[in-house]
């Protein structure tokens, strides 16, 4: 007996240790590329898959054209596989070695007896069926679905079978652990990494070159502060290993450093307009809730950079145009007329700089409203295609619903001095199929972050009013 029980488990441990995974069309829709994402494991396209990937080829939507690359992906794949398709595609020189599974296309009629409740006419159905065909075909082996749709992966567990999201895309599984771009100093700071430490001023900013054991962890741009008897607000100019260096901020809560106006009315927000008035800085992302003064500090930025300074020569402004209730239909007029509704966040900050301004009367209000907004342009996101801005100050509203592709063809529209301004709060995403961790902010926030000409902040006091506060807190 236990010869025979030796035998069973040296026959378990054969089995084969890949996953076999079974695409449902929305993976392939929201990412032609998950083909070359399952690493060492198999992959399976149903014909159902493939007949839905056909059914959403037509258009210009994201969709559409997801659907178009897919195929064509899958046609390489297939035309470089002399050998046929019954015996699965290797896709190790598809992708370059990033997958070494795999590709297997349903080349056989699958008859599974489905339960009566299921109508076997849904594709999602006749997915199932052949999830139930393998999973019987090869007991041995995990066969898990993998499905955007939360309805279909409910009726797979259903069913007993194994099924799963799409994780590929999510940045991170906890939007907590998302870089904030500030990090609070331990009282013992001093004492610990004071021994051998330089300082030196230079153009009215005080620098510190130290080392210890919190500097390996330091990322360059991220803002330090302590308080107590000796406050302390510190940017990461430099780090290279274990040594950092320093450098103290410009306090814009003082009104002689106001910028159009404005003044910080938090720590935050003053690390925000230290990267907003950098000229070193060509990307900055600011992430924070309803009211904690994103659009305001920006705007505020770009006119003293585009009016003063003349540093940039215009501000451009653009947003996803996605309604928060039904949609409005067609909006008449120029590009810019049918962006105006989607601007009012625009219209409601230029109204409170414009009151900053000083003196001058009515006349002197109404000159400088013309002037800034001959100097602000409004674009709309579906004609940035091919576009590059040069020496523009660049600013992209409600950041949070573009996808990662999105983001990345806005970002690449910046040309010789151009900066880049990203806001958004990923709590509020309008876009079906975006999550907080698959946001386009979320994955530029990440991906940026110590890099040497980029910053990023989480605003996290609301300035707006305390009904504004005391509603995104309670409700």
């Not at 559409?64 to 190790?92: F, H, K, T, Y």
């Not at 070193?280 to 770009?302: N, P, R, S, W, Y």
Request: net charge negative.
């Amino acid at each position: 007996m236990p010869a025979a029980t030796a035998k069973k488990t040296t026959r378990r441990r054969a089995t084969p240790k890949t996953k076999l995974f079974v695409l449902d069309t929305n993976v392939l829709m929201h990412d032609p590329t998950s083909l070359y994402r399952f690493e060492e494991h198999d992959i399976y396209v149903p014909i159902m898959t493939l007949e839905e990937l056909d059914n959403n080829k037509k258009g210009m939507s994201e969709v559409a054209r997801n659907a178009r690359q897919a195929s064509r992906m899958m046609d390489e794949i297939v035309s470089a596989s002399p050998d046929g398709i019954a015996s699965g595609i290797d896709l190790r020189e598809a992708s370059r070695e990033l997958a070494t599974g795999k590709l297997f296309l349903q080349t056989e009629a699958i008859n599974i007896t489905l339960p009566a409740a299921l109508p076997t006419a849904k594709g999602d159905n006749q997915i199932l069926a052949v999830l139930m065909f393998l999973a019987e075909k090869e007991p041995g082996r995990s066969v898990i679905l993998v499905s955007k749709d939360i309805n279909m992966r409910i009726k797979a567990r259903a069913l007993g079978l194994e099924a799963q999201d799409y994780f590929n895309d999510k940045v991170l599984e906890d939007t907590d652990l998302l870089y904030t771009g500030t990090r609070e100093l331990p009282a013992d700071f001093w004492e610990t990494h004071a021994k051998g430490m330089e300082s030196w001023k230079n153009e009215g900013h005080t620098y510190y070159r130290l080392k210890g054991p919190l500097t390996a962890d330091m990322q360059v741009n991220e803002f330090l502060y302590q308080d107590g008897e000796t406050p302390l607000e510190a940017l990461v100019k430099e780090q290279s290993g274990r040594v950092v260096v320093l450098e103290t901020l410009t306090d814009y809560s003082h009104q002689k450093n106001n910028v159009w106006g404005i003044t910080s009315r938090n720590r935050e927000q003053n690390f925000a307009l230290n990267l907003l008035m950098n000229p070193e800085i060509d990307f900055v992302t600011l992430l924070g809730q309803a009211g904690t003064g994103k659009t305001l500090l920006t705007l505020a930025a770009g006119l003293t950079q585009v009016l003063e300074t003349k540093r940039y020569s215009e501000i451009i402004m653009t947003r996803v145009t996605v309604p928060v209730g039904e949609d409005i239909g067609f909006l008449p007029g120029t590009e810019e007329e049918k962006m105006a509704p989607w601007m009012g966040a625009l219209e409601d900050n230029l109204d409170v700089l414009n009151g900053t301004t000083g003196e001058g009367g009515d006349w002197g209000r109404a000159a400088t409203r013309d002037l800034i907004r001959s100097r602000i342009k409004i674009k709309s996101l579906n004609f940035m295609r091919g576009r590059t801005f040069i020496n523009k100050f660049l600013i992209i509203d409600e950041a949070q619903n573009l996808t990662p592709k999105q983001m990345k063809t806005l970002i690449t529209r910046a040309g010789p001095g151009t900066k880049v301004v990203c806001l958004g709060n990923i709590a509020q995403i309008d876009t079906p199929y975006l999550t907080e961790g698959s946001s386009g902010l979320t994955f530029a926030v990440d991906r940026f972050k110590g890099w040497l000409h980029s910053g990023h902040i989480t605003l996290q006091r609301g300035e707006r009013s305390r009904l504004a506060d005391h509603a995104a807190e309670v409700l």
